[in-house]
Every structure is written in structure tokens, then in C-alpha cells.
């Protein structure tokens, strides 16, 4: 960075204003606490100075954007090429809300559409089943079958639109609904573009919408990835995720290092499947966490790109440039929102969106303010969407590229980030992998111990969340929040009732037998799981076919 | 010998945010309390059953799901049917200012939203859990 | 049976009148402990194995102990999320407890909750504790039958198990035996056991289960059947709860002979008369053989209240 020759005379210049002008005002004046961290720990020095990053080399640890390590950027040009896609996390209640909901997104300038299912459906239950009762269309829609997904994308060309689907442990069913969706719509299925969620390990780890035990949950992982390989290359076979694992309290260390453990233990298993890393690499995503410490952040996105390109060059042998990159989504962090002093959060949203736009994410959900007390409403989701759009076209920051490479101190936190990652990496591998330490329960118990510790620090006044521990004020409950009827379950389930009786339920039993034998087997599941959807077979009644096989998931997590 | 206060935590319905569930477990056991932790996806007649046989002073219920509405007085009622309505139930999670009259009118004891310190928690039970 | 339990926790002057009133009802429970060490998958092989027994027709209560803090004596009981589907089952009891203070043993507490669940018809009593110390060997002086639990790929752990477990264990099960290295795990118990053979003239079975497959489960269910029956045939049975009866005797003489001594000797006496010896004034024996002394002399004296 700086001539190494500068260094000497740069310390002792440093010394020098330590034990002159810092001392004499510090011995008047003290700092407002005795020693600064950021939420994950890291110690926050006074000053940054050409010293803190003299290991680094500039070609080696930065190069240039689209370039090997890819720390500065995974495009030449980033976002003076196109800005990132703006893509809000929505659904709620039944497909026909939901739809008129993305509609009215797109209708905004909104450029990609981010499905959330509601719980039933993320754990394979139809909206009639009995633990199904009281969730139905809660936090997200609600979609039992092909017809409801046909209803979900009616009138949105599926060729035009990119679309993120929040779905984990029947990702293979929903991706099959999606596709039987376009090819009802003429759409071949190399025009799809879009992203499923199918990050089981997280689940396990965080977020807990699993169904099936690890290894076949592993083999429908793979699965995907072959089937998409030759069938829908444009996809996004997975979106290996940090949120969750920072919502659940961890540090930006642990999203970072939990998060590329999972994404190992992933193209592990798709090597020792027999799948040529650079035949999938290149679809796999990423999916961050932007939180409070808007520098720290920053360097965690940085850190991110560098260790993912290095581990998969050097531990996976990736060739293609593309397997080496590390594309991500970013959504600020939720668990960050105040119920109280709602309003707040527009601003705690507008810098952590600043902060992901610095790291270079490639689309971003900006939260929405009322998120600590309901679903949000259209009025609060527009805003949400107009404080991304302030920072592409009024802001300048998109200008340029990775603008604070260089800092001293965000190269700083970048480096200390990505060892701090790569330490708790080695413990994994240590442990047996990632699968393994999920199942004795580590990464779930490093976690907590963070969570209790961050919940501590608030109820100690070491940490401030303005309107909760400091700056309250009395408030009237909140109004206008988006409730959703109760009568979507009823509705869901007439719905189904008429499903089940005006469908050829012979060919419907036959698929699901061939299922069943496919899943005792080892062939690949997307085939006949797509042939069951366009039976229009349930999300519940082929998972039920697969529990039969598969057995569940029971936790073991320990407190 | 010394009575210690006894707590079920749970987390009914199918949400499987279990951060706000976890850390008052640990709130609590830091307070002297024994806390039964049932982890996710519990049924209320599972809930309900395990507090019985525990003999639970308190069942603290956690949902994020906006399931509450069914879930929560579902516990009351089978706590009812089960003659074990003197076990205190409170629940926390994201739960709408407008619902927690009809909450507590169903019987739950107390609703703690986000932002509720732990202390506030061990302080609602130890004045309101008497033997 | 739930408030019963607390009352063994809390208050044992209410437990001791209830077994007083039905001890001809106890002993016939089959009292069965399960341990091994943290991570070996007990808490899930508990539950298949009570499912499995109670597909039997048995009925049972399942003790759960987990260690408390040291500190706040507070705990975290965490078992019970690894058997929820058992748990509902009308046969069957599953009750918490944590070790409250007892060094990571079992408490008193806990052998009454057994008694207890003996005295309420419990067909099989199964206690489950981490094996971490004290509580493993805790559990003979309570089990009929103990259960020890390894897992392949602990390694040295094998060697680590030899010290304390080995003469515990009635039964091996190698548990998650679908891993790695579970033949490895088998073959050296399989091993230290042919160089130790038991003396009972009862072969200590090793069993592969996958608990989380209900694999093995079956299997272990008749061996355990076996046990108790070999148990009953060869007398041992009768003889052990002979054993257990005698220990319970002399170390609830035992307990209230310290209380009577404290009683008449008064409290806050030990601290001083520690401090004495740790300066070198007394000797410790001197000092006991005082304290022995006056004891006695108070006891004849007062004709010896043992009760109040």
C-alpha cells in the first residue's frame, strides 16, 4: 500500500503524537468508554494508520474488480454497468394477494421478485394438516399445489423476471412448480432465472424449517444441482446463507465463517457425488446479513469474496472464473428493528443498505420499518424500496467501485475478519466438517453463547439501542399494521378439498409410488418430483412420500 | 430445602426463530430457576402434557409467526381441561399491541414484545410465581 | 405423580410418609440406567428404547437428570426435546430433574422419584444421565441394569471409558453405528471385555444401534429383558436390592447421625476448630477424638433423642 521504506518514520511520528498532543488531552479528557469493540468483538482502535495493513499486498489481497481474489467487486464494472436488483422479500395469504402484491412491486421499479412461503409450506405441510392450524398464509403465502403457483405468477411472464424463492427443505418441489409454471406459460426452461433458497444446513444451524435428516437432505441438494446443470443452467441451485445465522445472534466472524463452512461442506458433497466443480460452482449464491456496524459490515462482505475465491481455487481446484466468485444477496437485519419508535428504522435500514451497496451485494430487500410488529404494510414496504433507490441514483456512491478499499481501517477489519473466519474454519474441519458440527450441536451453542452475550451487553447499557435502553419516549400503539385474515386457512383448505377431488387421483398414487422408489434408491429426484407436481400432487403429499423414506429431522441442539 | 421456581419454554406451532426462546431459557437458569426446554415445533397438547408432568410453575411461549392468536389459548384451554389452570402461562415474540387484550382475556398472564428486558421476565416470575 | 416428584425435590418429609405407606408396592419395577458421555445420542436412544418397551405393553417412568450450575443452581433441562413423540403416550412419565448441587450425581431426590414411580406401577423405570463424573457410577447403587453408551470416532475416549464405565456397564450399546470406525468401536469393547470378564457369569452384550434410524433398538429391548431375567434366575436380583437396601439404611443412619451430632453439639462448630488445625495447634485426630468424646458424654447424658 504504502512503501514499506515509509513505515519506520510513520511509527514514529505515531509515538510521537501518542505521548504528546493524544496524552495531554486524554489526561484531561477521557474517551467515552475504556475500550471500543464492534458488536462482534473486534477491538476498534483510535486511529488506523498505514502500520495496520502493512502486510497488505496489493495485487495479491485486492486486484482489481472481476479479478482473482475478487475482493474489489465480482464485475468489471459493477454497479456503473447496472445497479444491483432491488428485490423485496414478500407473500402473505393466499396466491391472488400475493401476485397482486408483486405486481404492484414490479409497478414500482422493483426488479425482481422475492417469494416468501408461509411455515406449512416450508416444512412440507398442506394447508390442512393438523400442525398446519393457525399458520396458514401467515408468513407467506400459502401454496399446497401447481394450481396455486399458477395463480401466484399469473400475468408476470416468468422469462422477464428473476425470482427468489425462500425455500429450504422442499426446495426440489416448489423449483418443480415454478417450472411447471413456465412451461404452462410457453417459457423453456433455460429462460428461467432465479434463486432457491435450499440452504438446508442453516436450518438446522438457525432458521429451523427442516424436515428431512442431513444425508437426504444432502442427496436432494445434490440433486438439484445436477438436474440444473443440464436442465435450467441460468438458476441459482442455492443461496447459502449468513442472515439467518446472524439473526440468531452470531458475530460478523461466525455469518461469514458458519456460512462458507456450509458452502464447503455443499460442493463436498456434489464432488463426492460425482459433479465436476466447475459444472455447479457457478450457480451457487450467497445470501448476508447487513447489521449495525456499518464499517464492519462493509469489510465482512470484502472478507467474504476473498475467502470463498481462495478456498474454492485452492481446497476445490475450481478453474472457471465464475466458480470462484462469491455473488450474494444482502437484506438488512431484522433482528436490528425496534418495535418501539418504529419510524427509526428507516434510518437504521438506510445505513445498512449504504453498507451492503459498499460491499459490493448484487440485489438487496431493504426491511421495512414495522417488521418488529406485523408484516409489513404496501406504504412501508414502498418506502423501504425508495430508500435502496435514494442510494443508487441520488446518493453518488454507485459511481465507483468498492470505494474504501484502501482505508486503513476497512482493510484493517477486512483482514481480521477473514482470519477470524478462517480460524473458526479449521475448527470445523477439525470437527468433521460442517454437517458434523451441526449435529454435536457447535456452531448452534457459539451462536447463543454471542446472542446471550449482544442481549447481555443491552441490559447492561454497554451497548445502546436508541428508543429501547436509552431515548425512550411513551408511544401510542402503532396503527394501520397489515393483519391477515383469518379465514385464509378455511379458504386453503376448500381449495385443496376441491383439488383432491377434481384431479385423476389414479395417476396421482401412481407418481407418488414411483417417487417412493426413486427416493429408496439413488437416482436422481427432480425428474419424477417434477412429474408429481404436474399430477398435481401436494407439496404435502409428496413430502410425506419422502418422510416415509427419509425419516425426520430431530434437533440436537443443547443450551 | 429450597423450592427452586420450575419453567417450561417452548415454542409452539411450526416458527423456528428460537433466539428470543433461547436466551430467556438462559436468563432464566442464570436467575436459579430450572428452565424445561422443549425446543421447536411443539403441539399445545404437547406443551401442556410436559408441563403437567413436569410440574411446571410457568410455560413461557414464544411465537414470531403471528400464530399466537390460535396457539397461545390453546394451552389455557387444554390447561383448563387437564384442571392445571394454576400454571402461569406469559408469551413473548412479535405479537401486535392490538392483540394482547385478547390474549390476556383468553388467560395468558403477560405478553412481553421485542425490545423486553430479561430482568423484566425473572421479575414477573418471581412475583408472581408463590408456593 | 408430577407434584409427587416435587415433593421428592422439595419436600421429603411428604415423600418419605407416602413410601412408608406403600412399601409393600415397591420392587417391582425394572430399574434401568442409561449414560455415556455427552454427544453419544442417550437422550435419543432412550426415547426409541421406551417406545419400543412400551410397544410391549410396558408401561414406564423416564428420569431425565441433567447437571445444574454450580453457581446459580439453575439448569437448563434439555432432554425432553429429543422424545416428543413417547412423552404423550398414556404409559408413559417423563419427568426432568436436574442434580441440584449433588456434584453432578444423583441426588436423593432422585432415587425417591424412582421409588416413587416404582410405588405408582411403573413396569420400567429408565434413568438417563450424562456420564460426566460422579452420576455414572452414582447409578449402580440405583439400577437393576445399566446401560453404557459409546459412539465410534471418540477415540482415546475407549480408554477414557475403561477407567470408570467398564465395571458399570450390563450392557454396551455402540450407538450411531451407521458412522465410521463403529466396528473399531465394537471390536475394543469386544476386546477389554474378554480381558475383564464379568464375574456375575452375565455376558455383557455389545449392541450397534442408530437410535435416530430406530436400528438395533429391538435388539436391545430383549437383551435387556434378558439381563433382568438372568438377574431374577440367578438370584442376583434379590441379592443387589439386598445390597441397595443396606446402603439406604446406613446412609439414612448415617445422615441422621451427623444431624443428631450437629444437633447436640451445636452449630458453627467445624470452622473454628478447622482453623486450629490448619495453624498446627490440634492435631486433626485430637481434635475428632475430642469432638468424639463430648459427643458422647452429651448422647448418655440426655439418654440420646435420636428423634424430635
Known amino acids: 500500500m504504502s512503501p514499506k521504506d515509509d513505515l519506520p518514520q510513520i511509527r514514529d511520528a505515531r509515538v510521537n503524537w501518542e505521548e504528546g498532543t493524544l496524552q495531554k488531552v486524554l489526561s484531561r479528557f477521557p474517551e467515552r468508554k475504556p475500550e471500543f469493540k464492534t458488536p462482534s ?142 412451461e404452462k406459460q410457453g417459457v423453456p426452461f433455460h429462460k428461467l432465472n432465479g434463486t432457491i433458497q435450499n440452504d438446508i444446513l442453516k436450518e438446522y444451524v438457525a432458521r429451523g424449517t427442516y424436515i428431512f435428516p442431513p444425508a437426504p437432505s444432502m442427496r436432494l441438494i445434490t440433486n438439484i444441482f445436477e438436474f440444473c446443470s443440464q436442465h435450467v443452467p441460468e438458476w441459482n441451485t442455492i443461496s447459502i446463507s449468513g442472515y439467518h445465522i446472524r439473526e440468531a445472534g452470531s458475530t460478523a466472524a461466525q455469518e461469514i465463517a458458519f456460512t462458507l463452512s456450509n458452502g464447503i461442506a455443499y460442493v463436498q458433497a456434489a464432488v463426492d457425488a460425482g459433479l465436476n466443480v466447475d459444472d455447479f460452482a457457478p450457480r451457487l449464491s450467497f445470501f448476508f446479513n447487513s447489521h449495525l456496524d456499518f464499517f464492519e459490515e462493509i469489510a465482512k462482505f470484502r472478507a467474504a469474496r476473498r475467502l470463498w475465491a481462495r478456498i474454492m481455487k485452492e481446497r476445490f481446484g475450481a478453474k472457471k472464473d465464475k466458480s470462484l466468485m462469491l455473488r450474494f444477496h444482502t437484506q438488512t437485519g431484522g433482528s436490528t428493528l425496534t418495535a418501539q419508535q418504529p419510524d427509526n428504522n428507516i434510518v437504521r435500514v438506510a445505513l445498512q443498505a449504504l453498507a451492503a451497496v459498499l460491499g459490493g451485494t448484487q440485489s438487496l430487500h431493504t426491511n421495512s420499518r414495522d417488521e418488529a410488529l406485523a408484516l409489513p404494510t404496501e406504504e412501508s414496504v414502498r418506502i423501504a424500496l425508495r430508500t435502496q433507490q435514494i442510494i443508487a441514483y441520488e ?57 446471550y452475550e449482544y442481549q447481555r451487553a443491552i441490559e447492561k447499557q454497554e451497548r445502546i439501542v436508541v428508543g429501547v435502553n436509552r431515548f425512550q419516549i411513551d408511544e401510542e400503539p402503532p396503527k394501520g399494521l397489515l393483519q ?7 379458504l386453503q ?67 | 430445602m429450597e423450592r427452586k421456581i420450575r419453567v417450561l419454554v417452548a415454542k409452539p406451532g411450526l416458527d423456528g426463530h428460537d433466539r428470543g426462546a433461547k436466551v430467556i431459557a438462559r436468563a432464566l437458569r442464570d436467575a436459579g430457576m430450572e428452565v424445561i426446554y422443549t425446543g421447536l415445533r411443539q403441539t399445545p397438547e404437547q406443551i401442556v402434557t410436559a408441563a403437567i408432568q413436569e410440574d411446571v410453575d410457568a410455560i413461557g411461549l414464544s411465537c414470531l409467526s403471528g400464530a399466537h392468536n390460535h396457539l397461545f389459548p390453546r394451552v389455557v384451554e387444554l390447561l383448563k381441561e387437564h384442571n392445571a389452570e394454576d400454571i402461569l402461562v406469559f408469551g413473548g415474540g412479535v405479537i401486535p399491541d392490538a392483540d394482547i387484550p385478547g390474549l390476556k382475556a383468553a388467560g395468558i398472564k403477560e405478553i412481553f414484545t421485542p425490545g423486553t428486558s430479561t430482568q423484566d421476565v425473572i421479575a414477573f416470575l418471581e412475583a408472581h410465581v408463590r408456593r | 405423580m408430577a407434584r409427587a416428584i416435587s415433593a421428592a425435590e422439595n419436600d421429603p418429609p411428604v415423600v418419605q410418609a407416602f413410601l412408608r405407606e406403600h412399601s409393600q408396592r415397591l420392587g417391582r419395577a425394572r430399574i434401568v440406567g442409561i449414560t455415556g458421555p455427552p454427544g453419544a ?58 442434580s441440584r448441587g449433588s456434584m453432578g450425581g444423583l441426588s436423593k431426590a432422585t432415587s425417591d422419584a424412582v421409588k416413587l414411580l416404582d410405588a405408582f406401577g411403573m413396569d420400567f423405570v429408565l434413568i438417563e444421565t450424562v456420564g460426566t463424573g460422579q452420576a455414572e457410577t452414582d447409578i449402580v447403587s440405583v439400577a437393576d441394569s445399566v446401560i453404557v453408551v459409546a459412539v465410534p470416532g471418540l477415540g482415546d475416549d475407549i480408554q477414557a471409558l475403561k477407567a470408570g464405565i467398564l465395571e458399570i456397564a450390563d450392557l454396551f450399546v455402540v450407538n450411531k453405528a451407521d458412522r465410521e470406525g463403529a466396528e473399531k468401536t465394537e471390536r475394543e469393547l469386544l476386546h477389554m471385555l474378554k480381558m475383564q470378564p464379568s464375574s456375575s457369569g452375565w455376558t455383557i452384550p ?26 431374577r434366575e440367578s438370584g442376583l436380583l434379590l441379592r443387589q436390592r439386598v445390597a441397595r437396601a443396606e446402603q439406604e439404611l446406613k446412609d439414612l443412619l448415617r445422615s441422621r447421625m451427623m444431624q443428631e451430632f450437629e444437633r447436640l453439639m451445636g452449630p458453627a462448630l467445624y470452622r473454628d476448630l478447622a482453623q486450629e488445625i490448619v495453624a498446627g495447634e490440634q492435631s486433626l485426630y485430637d481434635t475428632a477424638d475430642k469432638l468424639w468424646q463430648q459427643f458422647l458424654v452429651r448422647i448418655t447424658q440426655k439418654g440420646g433423642s435420636a428423634s424430635d
Not at chain 1, 391472488?96 to 408461509?118: C, I
Not at chain 1, 477439525?430 to 453463547?449: P, S, T, W
Not at chain 1, 391477515?484 to 378455511?490: F, L, M, S, W
Not at chain 1, 412429474?531 to 404435502?540: E, H
Open chain 1, 41 to 182: 468483538g473486534t477491538e476498534v482502535k483510535r486511529v488506523y494508520t498505514p502500520e495496520d495493513v502493512a502486510e497488505l499486498d496489493y495485487n495479491r489481497d485486492l486486484g482489481f474488480p472481476g479479478l482473482y481474489p475478487f475482493t474489489r467487486g465480482v464485475q468489471p464494472t459493477m454497479y456503473r454497468g447496472r445497479f444491483w436488483t432491488m428485490r423485496q422479500y414478500a407473500g402473505f395469504a393466499t396466491a391472488e394477494e400475493s401476485n397482486e402484491r408483486y405486481k404492484y412491486l414490479l409497478a414500482q421499479g422493483q426488479t425482481g421478485l422475492s417469494v416468501a412461503f408461509d411455515l406449512p409450506t416450508q416444512i412440507g405441510y398442506d394447508s390442512d394438516h393438523s400442525l398446519a392450524a393457525g399458520e396458514v398464509g401467515k408468513v407467506g403465502v400459502a401454496i399446497d399445489s401447481l394450481a396455486d403457483m399458477e395463480i401466484l405468477f399469473d400475468g408476470i411472464p416468468l422469462d422477464k423476471v428473476s425470482t427468489s424463492m425462500t425455500i429450504n427443505a422442499p426446495a426440489a418441489v416448489l423449483l418443480a412448480m415454478y417450472m411447471g409454471v413456465a
Open chain 3, 206 to 231: 455389545v449392541i450397534r444401534t442408530v437410535a435416530t434410524k430406530n436400528e438395533g433398538i429391538g435388539e436391545l429391548a430383549n437383551k435387556l429383558l434378558a439381563h433382568y431375567e438372568f438377574l
Open chain 3, 41 to 98: 445420542g442417550k437422550s435419543t436412544l432412550t426415547g426409541c428404547l421406551a417406545a419400543e418397551l412400551v410397544n410391549r405393553g410396558f408401561s414406564l417412568g423416564l428420569l431425565l437428570v441433567d447437571p445444574s450450575s454450580p453457581f446459580t443452581g439453575g439448569a437448563i433441562l434439555g432432554d425432553r426435546l429429543r422424545l416428543p413423540d413417547i412423552a404423550q403416550h398414556p404409559q408413559v412419565f417423563v419427568r426432568s430433574m436436574s
Open chain 1, 484 to 490: 391477515v385474515d383469518p379465514a385464509v386457512g378455511e
Open chain 1, 395 to 451: 446518493s453518488g456512491v454507485a459511481d465507483t467501485i468498492d470505494p474504501l478499499a484502501g482505508s486503513y481501517y476497512v482493510e484493517s477489519l477486512t483482514n481480521s475478519l477473514e482470519k477470524q473466519a478462517e480460524e473458526y474454519i479449521a475448527k470445523i474441519d477439525e470437527l468433521g466438517g460442517a454437517v458434523k458440527a451441526i449435529e454435536n450441536g457447535y456452531m448452534q451453542r457459539e451462536i447463543q453463547d454471542a446472542a
Open chain 1, 493 to 559: 383448505k376448500k381449495k385443496l378439498a376441491v383439488l383432491r377431488q377434481s384431479r385423476d387421483n389414479i395417476a396421482v398414487a401412481t407418481v407418488l409410488d414411483e417417487l417412493e422408489q426413486v427416493a429408496k434408491g439413488n437416482d436422481n429426484l427432480m425428474p419424477v418430483i417434477l412429474k408429481a407436481v404436474k399430477s398435481y400432487a401436494t407439496l404435502g403429499e409428496i413430502c410425506d412420500r419422502m418422510r416415509r423414506v427419509f425419516g425426520e429431522y430431530v434437533a440436537q441442539d443443547l443450551l
